[in-house]
RNA sequence: GCCGGGAUGGCGGAAUCGGCAGACGCAGAGGACUUAAAAUCCUCCAAUAGGGAACUAUUGUGCGGGUUCAAAUCCCGCUCCCGGCACCA
């Protein structure tokens, strides 16, 4: 025992010390090798490597390390890794600003991190660790890549993205919030730029079925299943003469069809140009043009916005009516959703009523509300009775849809179809410090992917970071020029890099066999597969949390996988939160982990963010709340230093300390299989209570029995404290190799119990009955109470409900 | 606007399947120990009213209704807070 200044209090730094350099030398959490164990994948989000951990840090991990602790001592076999999420802008911006190379920076940062991990006291297993910007991760990430491209899954398309000035560089759909960049907080613009893809619409469908089946905090699948943005309806074309081609647009209404009066195109269509090429309104409908597109997306898109738009001059054939209805180019069409054009159904719709307002265009009213009244000065947008349209009069909208979809299908006029709001994921990135798209550009062959035999596609060492025009890649020109590897000629590589979400899409394959010579082995895979537990954050609900998913989807495509959903389980843990705000640099309110583990210890500390609140909610930081998990534990120990000194005692407690055991293990257990930390943690202080109050009471055993439990259960806990008790107790080996404890299912049941009697449902005495009394025996022993007549006052009973071991409710009147 | 989550003492929170509301901790009050303080150990701690006290009664889980012998929990109607999406046809 390494013993502090005061006797009454252990040297908290001292133990910690001791124990991680222990489990370090005997290398305690290592995987081990296969066996009967059933497998457990836990697994935390990894860090990006900014330099020190952050309390957010320090809370996801103390969750997955409970986790991980509890399920090695309950008898599986854990796979605990961590690893680092290492590409990334601030590596390059810090380049830019002190001539550091990023990949001397960030591998001193992980170093950093890494030592904070270890004074934390969590079990990793460091020899499955992987560095997603070393050249043995991201090499398979470009094969990967090429995987994708083979698949047709990875494309180059040319069209407005989105770009961050601050970045310079483009962002997928999912990296913009509220149109500013995900990370920076920049304005994001559009720019017309030839980018690169991942196919992830095509999965759409299946990503959205297949989160049915997950073990998943209702938010985060709710977001998903939003992001996704499943619609069901039908494409209907309309015909253009004029130009011989025919306009396409999708509608979730196809009941109101009769209604379209006029067709409206988002101002990049590509059928705009032709509309109006050598007509009177070229001029005009292209300044129309050529303004929208510099108004910004969030602008664009804003509700409120004014719906401008312009007339071609041009009209289209209604597919059932054939009548000739104008074409309009509208501001409030997006390109990039549906078919890029709309109908324009005014009396049905509230953006086609404003703009049929605006530019005076007719309105058919082809639905009557079956019930409520129908509002005339705005668009009556719900369901009903069909009327003027033709032979569909008299039906209702329902019915409507599916019948008016299915006639266009049989007119080759369109038909039934489904739209997702999700987008293709853009993953073409013009930065430095990413994994390089392995890609050369051969003027004589195209577009020609590099071949396995030639990766990695290496990052070169001596880039120059100047911040100022291209990408320090696309400056290099010993760099950019090669050849071609299927014809030989002079050829361009690839300048883009790709999105570090790409990199952590698959991390958690690599961490099954990170020095594996293909991306992993599909045996590991296979074995490890899916994570039991993952931790992480809300803020990558429709981010890593989506791409993680579709990339385990094409895996298992590809035969590689044999999970269709990477993540069983997921634990999705709330901020932390610091004198009422969430902590920020700007705000001044952080805190840093290394100062509370110096102050309380990395016992305390865990015990403290799993007490005080429970995992999915936000955690606020206290002072006096850390303080009292410290108190907590020194109880522990002073209450552990007693069994050296023991006195003879009677034992007159140890049938009842036998039961208080029974009912903490079993209460303990259950709480850490539904991840409620908190009345876990509560349980043990009742039982440390417990313990101290019949203490006096207890035989030698009884108080051994009782201690030796209690440590074993606060091992995931508090694994430095217990650790160092346990060793104290004459055990050779850790704590965390001992099993986890069973308990006598006979003791839970205590042989008398105290029952609440109610009175018209409240309660009024209570009464200590034998457990086993049924539920007529329990009724006739609490009608035969005295204090029953008191409380009666001369009322007569009329019924009597009695629930035994609860309460017994005497209905009177 | 749509979708999701939430509201329980002075505070964080507990109540797992409709059955004793407030476990556990923090803060607070008191006692023991001490020359004293800290630390520790023990006790009390929802509100209101009566009482010296034990105790007793009433009220009480955001608000208003309902179902039930019994509601923090289920149903209907609201209010407020947090998060996500939002001109997505």
Same mark, same amino acid.
């Given at each position: 025992m390494v013993r502090s200044e005061r006797p009454d209090r252990y040297d908290v730094k001292a133990v910690e010390k001791r124990w991680q350099i222990e489990w370090e030398r005997q290398d305690l959490y290592s995987v081990g090798s296969v066996d009967e164990r059933p497998k457990f994948y836990c697994l935390e989000q990894f860090p990006y490597p900014s330099g020190h951990l952050h309390m957010g840090h320090v809370r996801v991990y103390t969750l997955g390390d409970i986790i991980a602790r509890y399920r090695r001592m309950s008898g599986h076999r854990v796979l605990h890794p961590m690893g680092w999420d290492a590409f990334g802008l601030p590596a390059e911006n810090a380049a830019i600003k002190s001539g550091v190379s990023p990949r001397i920076s960030t591998l001193a940062n992980i170093a950093y991190m890494k030592t904070q991990m270890r004074q934390m006291g969590l079990s990793f297993d460091w020899s499955h660790e992987v560095t997603t910007s070393e050249p043995e991760y991201y090499r398979y990430t470009q094969e990967l890549f090429l995987l994708f491209y083979e698949r047709g899954l990875a494309y180059q398309k040319a069209g407005a993205v989105n770009w961050c000035p601050s970045c310079e560089t483009v962002l997928a759909n999912e990296q913009v919030e509220e149109g500013l960049c995900w990370r920076c907080e920049a304005k994001v613009v559009k720019r017309d730029l030839t980018q690169w893809y991942f196919r992830i619409t095509d999965y759409a469908q299946r990503l959205l079925e297949d989160l049915e089946g997950l073990d998943w905090p209702q938010e985060i699948v709710t977001q998903q299943r939003n992001w996704i943005g499943r619609s069901v309806g039908a494409e209907v074309r309309f015909a253009v003469p004029l130009i011989d081609d025919v306009i396409s647009v999708f509608s979730t209404r196809p009941d109101t069809l009769y209604g379209a009066t006029y067709v409206v195109l988002a101002p990049e269509h590509p059928l705009v140009e032709r509309l109006v090429e050598g007509r009177k309104e070229e001029e005009a409908v292209k300044n129309f043009v050529a303004e929208e597109r510099v108004v910004s997306d969030i602008e664009r898109t804003a509700e409120n916005t004014d719906k401008r738009g312009i007339f071609t001059g041009a009209y289209a054939e209604h597919p059932l009516t054939g009548a000739m209805i104008p074409i309009w180019v509208g501001n409030y069409v997006l390109s990039d959703y549906g078919t890029g054009a709309v109908m324009g159904v005014p009396a049905h719709d509230h953006r086609d009523y404003r703009f049929a307002q605006k530019y005076d265009l007719p309105m058919r009213r082809v639905v009557a509300a079956d019930h409520a009244d129908q509002p005339s000065d705005e668009a009556y947008t719900g369901g009903g009775i069909l009327m003027e349209s033709d032979r569909f009069n008299g039906m209702d909208s329902d019915q409507a849809k599916s019948e008016i979809a299915a006639l266009l299908a049989q007119k080759n006029r369109g038909g039934p179809r489904i739209t997702y709001r999700m987008r293709d994921w853009l993953i073409s990135r013009q930065r430095f410090w990413g994994a390089p798209i392995p890609i050369v550009h051969c003027s004589e062959c195209g577009t020609v992917p590099v071949p396995l035999a030639q990766l990695p596609v290496l990052l070169p060492d001596h880039a120059k970071f100047t911040g100022r025009g291209q990408s320090p890649l696309a400056q290099l020109a010993d760099w950019v020029e090669t050849t071609c590897p299927q014809c030989g000629h002079r050829a361009r590589r690839e300048t883009d890099t790709m999105d570090t979400f790409v990199d952590s899409s698959w991390y958690y394959y690599r961490y099954t066999s990170p020095s594996s010579t293909s991306p992993f082995d599909p045996k590991q895979a296979a074995y490890w597969m899916a994570v039991d537990e993952y931790v992480g954050g809300k803020e990558h609900a429709v981010l890593h949390l989506l791409y993680s998913r579709f990339f385990t989807k094409v895996l298992y495509d590809a035969g590689? !996988?044999? !999970?269709?959903?990477?993540?069983?389980r997921l634990l999705s843990q709330g901020m932390v939160v610091y004198r009422g705000k969430k902590m920020s640099k700007s705000k001044g309110n952080t805190l840093s982990p290394e100062s509370i583990m110096a102050e309380w210890g990395s016992d305390a500390t865990r015990v403290f963010i799993l007490f005080a609140a429970p995992p999915e909610k936000d955690f606020e930081w206290s002072e006096q709340g850390v303080e009292g998990a410290y108190r907590f534990l020194q109880r522990v120990y002073r209450l552990a230093q007693r069994s050296v000194r023991m006195t003879v005692a009677s034992g007159g407690a140890d049938d009842l300390m036998a039961r208080v055991r029974a009912r903490t293990v079993h209460k303990v257990t259950d709480d850490l299989e539904r991840r409620s930390f908190n009345t876990a943690v509560s349980a043990l202080m009742e039982y440390t209570n417990s313990l101290y109050q019949n203490w006096e009471e207890m035989s030698t055993e009884g108080r051994r029995a009782g201690l030796e439990t209690l440590v074993v259960l606060l091992a995931p806990f508090a694994p430095h404290l217990a650790d160092e008790l346990w060793h104290d107790f004459g055990h050779e080996q850790s704590v965390h190799l001992a099993v986890w404890p069973n308990y006598d299912a006979v003791l839970l049941v205590d042989p008398e119990v105290e029952v609440a009697v109610q009175i018209n449902g409240k309660v009024r005495f209570k009464v200590v009955v034998p457990a086993e009394l049924n539920a007529d025996g329990l009724a006739a022993r609490v009608l035969a109470e005295d204090r029953l007549r008191d409380h009666l006052n001369g009322r007569s009973v009329a019924k009597v409900i009695a629930i035994p071991g609860r309460l017994v409710n005497v209905v009177v009147r």
């Open positions: 590689l !996988v044999s !999970v269709v959903e990477p993540f069983r």
